[in-house]
Nanobody
Framework: QVQLVESGGGLVQAGGSLGLSCTAS????????LGWYRQAPGTERELVST???????NYADSVKGRFTISRDNAKNTVYLQMNTLKPEDTAVYYC??????????????WGQGTQVTVSS
């Protein structure tokens, strides 16, 4: 149906930068919104940032001023540039998409997750 494939992530020292990307593929009629969530061990999955079809952007307070989300509509791809990383940013980052796969049917889809580890 619809697949989200993430790339990027890895290990970085505190204060460093990393970039994530996620590409949606499959039966895509229209993408409503793409975004990123994260989940650290022992915690619930939380919103990091989203960007909708109109370009509207939302950030979690904890990442404002440090993370930047962007989108390439032609490539069905969303990016997350993470700067000034902190150890508390360590988590598995998941790409999320709210996508119409036909004119009248939509679903919420998730990527497989990519690990981001920030060492102190």
């Amino acid at each position: 149906q619809v697949q989200l494939v993430e790339s990027g992530g890895g290990l970085v020292q505190a204060g460093g930068s990393l970039g994530l990307s996620c590409t949606a593929s499959g039966s895509i009629f229209h993408i409503v919104a793409l975004g990123w969530y994260r989940q650290a061990p022992g915690t619930e999955r939380e919103l990091v940032s989203t960007i909708n079809a109109g370009g509207g952007i939302n950030y979690a307070d904890s990442v404002k001023g440090r993370f930047t989300i962007s989108r390439d509509n032609a490539k069905n791809t969303v990016y997350l540039q993470m700067n000034t990383l902190k150890p508390e940013d360590t988590a598995v980052y998941y790409c999320n998409g709210r996508i119409y796969y036909s004119q009248n049917s939509w679903g919420e889809f998730w990527g497989q997750g990519t690990q981001v580890t920030v060492s102190s």
